[in-house]
């Protein structure tokens, strides 16, 4: 396992971030690697603060345990960075994404002088441009591949091709927005 | 060469359901193993089987169906967790007795109370001596294997005993991971249809099922159950063996893992099994000699096999996800020791009880059991063979 990349998610009931974690798995797989994901159940509902991880190797991956030093943190809304000590553990090599509009020196102060890189993602505007709703998902799901260099963008965007198509069967309308919503984050994310 | 697939442990136990495609199913959902009926409903629906699925009101009244409709002949299945298996006690006492080749998925889960839906071993301990085969699983691969090899061992004729699989709520249970799954037609093959020499439905010879059995017979019939699961033992290896020609996955009654050359060694069950593994490893990098033994087979146990793995080991530990709160061990412990005793094997071994209601085991855990051991075979000394792992500090005052 010394290629193994460990990734936690932070958010909040029902943005997605669990699902966004099983479709990372998923594209992950879809390029032969061996994954985990899943999330850290709690008492769920709309709006408390959850986790989710995944685990991505070429090697088959035998450790069963949350993920305590990762590699990447991708955060789904910046409500919580006040409230969560998002960068617990996180390794200083690696990143952190975060969707939101706030000032670098905003996020500067509230990481407590983390020094690795950090990104930042506007996913509500690409949400509400290409779906006309706010579902921050899918555009942290390319911004973390983009970060972590898990796959080619050109891979992500084939795979997630047909996972959609299969995903949502039952509403093929909205598998457009969702590719424009996932090449248009890979365009927009940014290093501050 | 088997499908690559990525399945959570409960769609992976589902899909071994689906592909057993058994007469009956009755189950009620209960965290975290609800997902398991919840998949097969939709099997059922989309008439990927031909299973009679039978909605009950209670876990009590799941078992009772599977009882009912195995004593008829047919093949039943059934899926819980925790208070679910509560509430089936009365009901699995009476399958093992009866001799109904049941298979059961239990999800792991702390019994209440307090409430807690995570995971420990709690519901499974609870059971450990009601007459069921129980095999336990590391990860969705081998949840969905043991379940493939269930029946062909449950209902061989050297056996007839109820079989229940076992796997980590959450942890696996709710986990998506790599999975090799065989082809339906192999599994079809595999596991072959049911034929009960003895049935209810069967017009041609009339029987009674569970009929009053006083002083004169119970004694018998209860050491016929225990000779029954004393064969089951080479049956679990004949199935296991079949089982590898088909996949060549390998399964024995337990799993040694570096354990040849070891000095220290854990034992431990299901998913920790696969986090002490990842510090086995790490561990010899650093030229500590460490070991695991992974315990698939809890019932029947294993103890004079096991007792001969360890023989060679300095110091052992011994990890109960469940707490007999007995003052004496949790109830792998008693096992383990137990079998080493017998078996004149005196290797100093302490037990750890870890993990309890879902607080999460960390590989940091484990290195610390291990460096625990090295103290042990440096001094020669056990302070105290009673041990918690991952306690906050104080938590037991």
Known sequence: MEDLIEIRWHGRGGQGAKTASLLLADAAFNTGKYIQGFPEYGPERMGAPITAYNRISSSPITIHSNIYEPDYVVVVDDTLLESVDVTSGLKETGAIVINTTKSADYLKSVLKGYKGNIYTIDARKISEATLGRYFPNTPMLAAIVKVSGIMSDEDLLEDMKGSFKHKFAKKPEVIEGNMKALEMALQEIKKI | MGIRERLSGNEAAAIAMKQINPDVVAAFPITPSTEIPQYFSTFVANGTVDTEFVAVESEHSAMSACIGAEAA??????????????????????????????????????????????????????????????????????????????????????????????????????????????????????????????????????????????????????????????????????????????????????????????????????????????????????????????????????????????????????????????????????????????????????????????????SDDIESVFKDLLEIVKTGKIDNPYRYLGLRKGGNK
Not at chain 2, 76 to 100: D, K, P, V
Not at chain 2, 181 to 194: A, C, I, Q
Not at chain 2, 317 to 333: E, M, P, Q, V, Y
């Open chain 2, 73 to 362: 002949g047919a093949r039943a299945m059934t899926a819980t967790s925790a208070n679910g298996l509560s509430l089936m006690w009365e009901m699995i006492y009476i399958a093992s007795s009866l001799r109904l080749p049941i298979v059961l998925s239990l999800v792991n889960r702390a019994v209440s109370g307090p409430l807690n839906i995570h995971c420990d071993h709690s519901d499974a301990m609870g059971v450990r001596d009601a007459g069921w085969i129980m095999l336990f699983s590391e990860n969705n691969q081998e949840a969905y294997d043991n379940t493939l090899m269930a029946h062909r061992i449950a209902e061989h004729k050297d056996v007839l005993l109820p079989l229940m699989v076992c796997q980590d709520g959450f942890i696996t249970s709710h986990s998506i991971e790599n999975i090799e799954l065989v082809e339906d037609e192999k599994v079809k093959d595999f596991v072959g249809t049911y034929k009960p020499e003895h049935y209810l439905l069967n017009e041609k010879e009339p029987i009674a099922v569970g009929p009053l059995d006083l002083q004169s017979y119970l004694f018998e019939h209860k050491a016929q159950q225990a000779e029954a699961m004393k064969n089951a033992k080479q049956v679990i290896l004949d199935v296991s063996k079949d089982f590898e020609k088909l996949t060549g996955r390998k399964y024995g009654l337990f799993e040694e893992y570096k354990l040849d050359d070891a000095e220290i060694a854990i034992v431990c069950m299901n998913s920790t099994a696969g986090t002490t593994k990842y510090v086995v490893d790490n561990l010899r990098k650093q030229g500590i000699k460490a070991g695991l033994l992974k315990v698939r087979v809890f019932r029947p146990f294993p103890g004079e096999e096991i007792a001969k793995a360890l023989s060679n080991v300095k110091a052992i530990a011994i990890l109960d996800k469940a707490d007999s709160l007995n003052s004496a061990g949790g109830a792998l412990f008693e096992d383990v020791t137990s079998g080493m005793y017998v078996n004149n094997v005196h290797v100093p071994a302490v037990n750890y009880i870890y993990g309890i209601g879902g607080r999460d085991t960390k």
